[in-house]
């Protein structure tokens, strides 16, 4: 019973860990598309502001 207890314990564990982990596996790309469009953007307000 008490093996059977810990055993499912740790597929908790580890399957709350898997989830968060590709909860932030996806922050970080949606974070990296952010910055790169925002780096896109940036240098088109830069030359306009020249102007």
Same mark, same amino acid.
């Given at each position: 019973?008490?093996?059977?207890?810990?055993?499912?314990? *740790?597929?908790?564990? $580890?399957?709350?860990?898997?989830?968060?982990?590709?909860?932030?596996? +996806?922050?970080?790309?949606?974070?990296?598309? *952010?910055?790169?469009? $925002?780096?896109?953007?940036?240098?088109?307000?830069?030359?306009?502001? +020249?102007?």
């Amino acid at each position: 019973m008490s093996e059977y207890f810990y055993d499912s314990m *740790f597929e908790k564990v $580890f399957g709350a860990v898997d989830i968060s982990l590709q909860l932030f596996d +996806n922050r970080w790309t949606i974070g990296r598309h *952010f910055v790169s469009a $925002f780096q896109l953007s940036k240098p088109q307000n830069c030359c306009r502001s +020249n102007e």
